[in-house]
Structure formats: structure tokens, C-alpha cells
């Protein structure tokens, strides 16, 4: 038996995406016309004998409850959850405080363990693979990463040849490795009992240490994994795949591309042709599309949109109930809910460069209730909700 867990943390989580999760947590917000969340969700239903999936996390249990129930009956053959935690406790602290739950009957060999936050294809069955072939806890994905960003991440040195990993370490202060923990795991049941001994010597550790705070908070990553490499119980499999964060607005953009893109293999239903439409575009079936509208690539369309006569959008993420009037232009962009571009308004910025610059926006994002007065032009801008802009703006937060 096999289940999965993802790891979807809480509200104080995703401020980078601000002011798109003002009112939207992140693991709501659509990305190619889907739920965050959904992806890592999808991916996990097509694994063989995979029996359930829990979401872990700290949002109330009411945020997360309309989506759980919509993907149950999506997803019929598996059991979703959520298990909200009743404050962050971490990507390991929540396992561990769940894992009754989690280990319940059926009980599961292995346990697919991932964050929410990534974009990419969720190789589960390579990762089984790998897993069989060695007698360690857990198979971690690694991906490639750029020397200047990797310590960004969690940080893997591995034996290429019986890929073992040697040495872990989390965000390291100073280059270690090129290979980056995608944050999507393989773990034997015997992690519980790792973490478990984790626990036990924190607990330790705060009896003798009064800066030692007791909670049951505790790190995946810090408290489990590197520990784990330490004792060489732990292996990599290597993606050869797309990868992405997605902690910006600019990365939802980017993983919005890719995941369209990626329909194209796996769920083609979910895409809509057409004579003005450059795939790949989402389209929800509720949104209006004049016909002389021009849409794509890598468009998603949400619910009860509407686009006028020669609109124009490219690479950009249109949320629900939002109105694009005749000839006005969305380009690298992300129109919020409820948000209006009046007639020849333009809303558009620079694609996701690939390493952020520190204080230069490049993917423009209305939040909810913007209106962009007709004829306006905002060029990389973040506007926050309920915006009235009548001017011209470029490379600034519109507050
Ligand atoms: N349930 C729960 N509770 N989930 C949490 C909590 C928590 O308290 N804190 C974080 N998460 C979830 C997030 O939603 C996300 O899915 C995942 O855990 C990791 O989030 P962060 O802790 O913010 O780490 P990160 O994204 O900066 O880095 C992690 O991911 C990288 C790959 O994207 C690490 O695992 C890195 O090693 C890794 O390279
Ligand atoms: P996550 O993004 O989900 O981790 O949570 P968050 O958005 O609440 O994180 P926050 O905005 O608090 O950023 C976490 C820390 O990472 C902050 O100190 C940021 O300055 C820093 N940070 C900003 N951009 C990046 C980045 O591209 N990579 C990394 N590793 N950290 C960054």
C-alpha cells in the first residue's frame, strides 16, 4: 500500500505571492486552470495501489474543505483529506503529529512526501524505481540547479554511482553541490521512527538548553534529512524533468506555462482550440471569448471571464469574473478576480527572468478588483486590490 502526503502549508506561508493570496491561499490559486494544489494531487491518483492522499497544513480546515470535497469526486479511487495543523509545525512536525493518520489501515510500505510550492511532472513511478533498488529510508528528487541560486535550496552530494547521498545540507550558507532537493520525497514507513528519535532529542535538548523552545515543531529537512544522509539511509533520483518554484507571481506565470505545456501530453481535454488561439490555452467553460479575440500560448482563462472583440492575451493567468474590453492587451501578466481592463488598456511586463533581480518586478499582477481605465498602460506593476488606475505606470507597487 502506498499513500501520499502534501505538504501545503498555512497563511503565513506564500508572502512573496502577495497580493494574490490576500484573497486566495496559495494552494487555491490556479495555475493552467487548476488549483495549485491540484497538480501534485493528479499526479499522486495515477500512481498503481496508491490508496490515499493527505493534504497536511495549517490553513483552517474550512479554507481547504470545498476543495477536498470537489477533488473527491474528481479523484473517486483514492481518499483525500485534509489534517490541519493547529499552528505550523513544520514540514516534518505535522507528519509526525498526524501520523496515526497517516499510518492508519491501510497501512502503507511507502509514502510519497511533497511540497506544494513546485512545478513539475511528479515523476512518482522513477522514484519507486530508484527506491527498490536500494535498502535505504527514503529517495529524495533532485533536480539541477545554477551554481548562484543552489543555496536557495536544500543542498544534496550524492555518489553518482550507487546514488547514495553522502552529505545534506539545508539552504547552506555557501555552495555545496549543484543538485537541489525538488521537495518530493519516497519514504518508507520507517520515517515515523525517525522522526520520532528527532523529537526525542529535541525534547533532550530543551530539558538541558533554556533557548531550547519545547513544541512539536520540527524540520523535514533540518531535523530528518540530513540527519538521515548522515547515517547514509537516504538515495536521489535525479529528474531529468521541468522543475520550478513557485513562490513568486512571476513563477506562477512561468509554471502556468509549463504546465499547459505539459497538457498537451496529459490531459489535451482540458485544452481548447481554436482559430485565434495559439496553444496551449485553458479556457473554463463558463468565460465569454469574442471570436476576433486573440489567446495564447500559455493562457489560463478562469471562470465567468470575458473577453471583447480584438482583445489580446499571452502568457498570462486571467482570474475568475474578470472583464478584458475590446482591444485591450494582457502580456506576461496576471489579471486578479474581478479586476476590469477598459477598451485599448494594456497590462503587460517582462517574462520571469531566470534569476530574480532583486526589486525589479517583471511579470505585471492586478490583485482582485483592479480596474484599468481604457487606453491605460501599466507595464510591470504590482496593483493591490480595488485600484482605480486611470494613468500610465511602469515598474512600481501601485498601493
Ligand atoms: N504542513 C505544513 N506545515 N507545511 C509546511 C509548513 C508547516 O509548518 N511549513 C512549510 N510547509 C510546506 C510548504 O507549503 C511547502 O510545500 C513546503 O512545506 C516547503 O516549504 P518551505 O518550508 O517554505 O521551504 P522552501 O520551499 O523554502 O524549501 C523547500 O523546498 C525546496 C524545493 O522547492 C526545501 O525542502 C528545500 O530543501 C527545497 O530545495
Ligand atoms: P515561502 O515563500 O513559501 O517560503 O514563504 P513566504 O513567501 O512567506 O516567504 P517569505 O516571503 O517570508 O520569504 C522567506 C525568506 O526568503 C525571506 O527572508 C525572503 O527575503 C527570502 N527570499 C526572498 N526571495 C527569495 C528567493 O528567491 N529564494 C530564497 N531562498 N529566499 C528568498
Known sequence: VTKGVILVGGPSKGTRMRP?????PKPLLPIAGKPMVWHPLAALAQVPGLTEVLLVGFYEDSVMAPFVREAQREFPNI???YLPEYRSLGTAGGLYHFRDSILRAPVPQHIFICNIDIATSFPFAELL???????????????????????????????PETAQVLHYVEKPQGWISNTANGGVYLFDKALFDEIKVAMDEKTARAAEDPLVVLDENLQLEQDVIERLAAAKKLYVYESKDFWRQIKTAASAVTANALYLQRFEKTHPDLLTKGPNITAPVYVHPTATIDPSAKVGPNVA?????????????????????????????VVNAIVGSNSTLGQWARVDGEPEPETEVKGKISVSVLASDVQVLPETHVRSCIVLPNKSLSKNAANQVLL
Do not use: Q, W
Open 129 to 159: 524505481e530508484v527506491h527498490n533498488k536500494h535498502r535505504g529510508v527514503g529517495t529524495i528528487m533532485g533536480v539541477p540547479v545554477k551554481k548562484e541560486v543552489a543555496t536557495r535550496y536544500g543542498s544534496i552530494v550524492h555518489d
Open 79 to 81: 481518499k483525500i483529506s
Open 301 to 329: 482563462i478562469g471562470p465567468h471571464v470575458f473577453l471583447g472583440e480584438g482583445a489580446r492575451v499571452v502568457n498570462a493567468i486571467i482570474l475568475d469574473n474578470s472583464t478584458i474590453d475590446k482591444h485591450a492587451v
Open 20 to 24: 494574490l493570496t490576500l484573497d486566495c
